[in-house]
């Protein structure tokens, strides 16, 4: 693929493909000039997916990779088989997710934080270590998906904001681990994002409180200083634009994407 776009050229791996924003991560990367390795556990969603990126007015090239970032080989041979495919790598975006356990930390099995941990952190740390020497061809760059639960502590929200929170001290780090590699660490933040499954959420706490969903949705998009919550394709915008060359003199850092709801 050739032409405009920031990713023109680029080859862009995406770990953790789900319907809502790992989707809208490829499809804007592809949007924007990006060959898209997608990479998750579920083969049949990634096939879903890549076939939206090829059908792209502006043209696709998607490669599927079915990984488990648990699991070292799996690792090592998503690597393996994006040089093959592709002969380099330039950018590597970390959004796998598990539902955290919504339950105080009291009373939350240690086994629920181990496996957050395990996935969120760990998993991530070994793409990122996997990834290091191709990235360090390329001058390359990591965006690793983070939450805005960083910013609160809210009840219930303890063993995912204890995941998310050591994901985004070891993103740091290794920000300036790496740094004299030429590669970029970086991170987004986002909100709570407008999608299938919020939508379903919401539709379960109005009819919890006898209330409707839009009401639901205006008295938390209330918080934020946009009176809106953000979708998917925002969050994806900013995680292509701290891949491209135009945050080449970032690294290290949080962009929050929520609308305005917490300021950092």
């Given at each position: 693929?050739?032409?405009?776009?920031?990713?023109?050229?680029?080859?862009?791996?995406?770990?953790?493909?789900?319907?809502?924003?790992?989707?809208?991560?490829?499809?804007?990367a592809a949007?924007?000039?990006?060959?898209?390795?997608?990479?998750?556990?579920?083969?049949?969603?990634?096939?879903?997916?890549?076939?939206?990126?090829?059908?792209?007015?502006?043209?696709?090239?998607?490669?599927?990779?079915?990984?488990?970032?648990?699991?070292?080989?799996?690792?090592?041979?998503?690597?393996?088989?994006?040089?093959?495919?592709?002969?380099?790598?330039?950018?590597?975006?970390?959004?796998?997710?598990?539902?955290?356990?919504?339950?105080?930390?009291?009373?939350?099995?240690?086994?629920?934080?181990?496996?957050?941990?395990?996935?969120?952190?760990?998993?991530?740390?070994?793409?990122?270590?996997?990834?290091?020497?191709?990235?360090?061809?390329?001058?390359?760059?990591?965006?690793?998906?983070?939450s805005m639960?960083?910013?609160?502590?809210?009840?219930?929200?303890?063993?995912?904001?204890?995941?998310?929170?050591?994901?985004?001290?070891?993103?740091?780090?290794?920000?300036?681990?790496?740094?004299?590699?030429?590669?970029?660490?970086?991170?987004?933040?986002?909100?709570?994002?407008?999608?299938?499954?919020?939508?379903?959420?919401?539709?379960?706490?109005?009819?919890?409180?006898?209330?409707?969903?839009?009401?639901?949705?205006?008295?938390?998009?209330?918080?934020?200083?946009?009176?809106?919550?953000?979708?998917?394709?925002?969050?994806?915008?900013?995680?292509?634009?701290?891949?491209?060359?135009?945050?080449?003199?970032?690294?290290?850092h949080t962009?929050?994407?929520?609308?305005?709801?917490?300021?950092?």
């Amino acid at each position: 693929m050739s032409g405009g776009g920031l990713l023109a050229d680029k080859v862009v791996v995406v770990s953790g493909v789900g319907p809502g924003l790992g989707r809208s991560i490829c499809l804007r990367a592809a949007a924007a000039g990006a060959r898209v390795v997608l990479a998750a556990r579920t083969e049949s969603r990634l096939k879903e997916v890549a076939a939206e990126v090829d059908a792209l007015v502006a043209g696709g090239t998607s490669f599927v990779v079915p990984t488990d970032i648990t699991d070292d080989d799996a690792v090592n041979a998503l690597v393996a088989a994006t040089i093959e495919e592709f002969g380099r790598v330039d950018v590597v975006v970390n959004n796998a997710f598990a539902l955290p356990s919504m339950k105080p930390l009291a009373r939350t099995d240690f086994d629920q934080i181990s496996a957050s941990l395990e996935l969120t952190v760990l998993g991530t740390l070994r793409v990122i270590k996997a990834f290091t020497d191709p990235l360090a061809e390329t001058s390359g760059a990591f965006v690793n998906i983070n939450s805005m639960v960083i910013r609160h502590s809210e009840p219930r929200y303890g063993s995912y904001k204890l995941a998310k929170s050591a994901l985004l001290a070891m993103s740091q780090t290794l920000a300036t681990e790496l740094g004299d590699k030429g590669i970029r660490i970086n991170t987004v933040a986002p909100g709570y994002i407008w999608d299938d499954q919020l939508k379903w959420y919401f539709g379960e706490i109005a009819k919890k409180y006898g209330i409707t969903p839009d009401q639901v949705y205006e008295q938390t998009a209330s918080k934020s200083d946009l009176k809106r919550l953000p979708e998917p394709d925002e969050i994806a915008e900013a995680v292509v634009f701290l891949a491209s060359s135009m945050a080449s003199a970032i690294t290290g850092h949080t962009l929050d994407v929520n609308c305005g709801e917490y300021h950092d």
